[in-house]
């Protein structure tokens, strides 16, 4: 970090860059985060990337109202927002740039990978209770930080673009997946079976479940809070459950090019829903319950078309090494939901054992 720019925002919350280390941890894509470094304290400093998120007022205003209704009702439960600046202000401004101070959690790990089951469990767990906590919380009062952002039925407009205006030979290069695409269609019409549905409703989601986003202790692996609150807004509950069934369940991460190592697997799928519906079973309604498995279905489509719409846009949005990086992408999120669909039965078998 620049020292021009630490000064003038550390000044913001009372700190000098000569009472403190500052120096880049994290894995995210996203954001720059900082782990900041007092003689007695340590913090986190973020910046917030105006790129994807193009109105971080909105991220402040939600994790705020939040933090409020949290600190009324449950007042033991750990929620790490913004600390405020000298201003009383959510967030510092500078060069067009936002920046956000937050507590350090001690004691704590955020894996970027699954190595034991009892991880799934306890992540699934934690997204589970803060959904349970925000249950009677009205959603609305939230803004959208990311405008469609699970939107499939904007995702599967945004692909058929992109294959009207893609060249010849990309689309070429890719027939067996967009003719996986169109097949799979077949799942946003269901969703869009129960959009109107009272009992299909709106909640306050995470929509950003990997395992990153959770802190666990790091000698117990016991759960501790849910971090990384950007994209904190109303939605169904299937973002949080599908997104979770997508970077949980498979051993390799997307960018896997080895088609024959995507597979579920299923004792992390059982802690996974375990976990989550020891806290939201009985808030989840009959109709979201029999939508669990969908859920999968729903967000792995949704990422497999993503990815497939940026390589025929010519690789515009996620950043590649080489040049087939999205296909391939898709090609493993396409093998994700055709495992999802292949092990059907023995999913909602499990399902169905936590939900008795």
Same mark, same amino acid.
């Given at each position: ?87 009383? $202000? ?13 507590? *350090? =959690?001690?004691? #704590?790990? %955020? +894996? /970027? ?27 609305? $009062? ?13 995702? *599967? =407009?945004?692909? #058929?673009? %992109? +294959? /009207? ?49 959770? +802190? ?141």
């Amino acid at each position: 970090m620049e020292l021009e720019i630490a000064e003038n925002i550390l000044k913001e919350y009372g700190f000098s860059t000569a009472d403190v280390q500052i120096h880049q941890i994290g894995s995210g894509h996203i954001n720059r985060t900082y782990l900041l470094s007092t003689s007695d304290q340590k913090y986190i400093l973020q910046n917030i990337n105006p790129e994807v998120f193009k109105q971080p007022e909105a991220i402040a205003h939600n994790i705020s109202v939040v933090a409020q209704y949290l600190h009324t009702h449950y007042p033991e439960y750990l929620f790490p927002s913004s600390i405020k600046t000298a201003q009383d $202000q959510e967030m510092v401004q500078y060069e067009n740039e936002y920046w956000r101070l937050m507590p *350090y =959690v001690p004691h #704590t790990v %955020a +894996l /970027d990978t699954l190595s034991d089951p009892k991880q799934a469990y306890e992540a699934a767990k934690q997204f589970g209770k803060l959904s349970r906590l925000l249950n009677h919380f009205d959603s609305s $009062q939230l803004q959208l930080t990311i405008p469609g952002f699970h939107d499939l039925e904007l995702r *599967y =407009v945004q692909f #058929t673009q %992109a +294959l /009207d205006l893609a060249p010849t030979f990309l689309k070429q290069s890719c027939e067996k997946e967009i003719e996986q695409a169109l097949h799979h269609h077949y799942i946003l019409n269901y969703f869009n079976s129960y959009q109107n549905n009272p009992d299909f409703q709106d909640r306050v989601m995470h929509h950003d479940t990997k395992i990153s986003n959770v +802190l666990l202790d790091a000698q117990t692996f016991n759960g501790v809070c849910v971090i990384d609150l950007d994209t904190l807004m109303p939605g169904k509950f299937i973002s949080d459950l599908g997104d979770m069934m997508r970077t949980y369940l498979c051993a390799f991460s997307e960018n896997e090019t080895d088609l024959d190592k995507i597979n579920i697997r299923l004792p992390y799928f059982s802690a996974m829903i375990e976990g989550y519906l020891s806290e939201m079973k009985d808030i989840l309604t009959s109709v979201e319950k029999e939508l669990i498995l969908f859920s999968g279905k729903y967000i792995i489509y949704m990422q497999a078309l993503r990815f497939l719409t940026d390589y025929l846009n010519g690789n515009i949005y996620y950043p590649i090494k080489y040049a087939t990086q999205n296909l391939d992408r898709a090609k493993n999120q396409f093998r994700l939901l055709h495992e999802l669909n292949i092990n059907e039965k023995e999913l909602q078998d499990i399902i169905e054992s936590y939900l008795i």
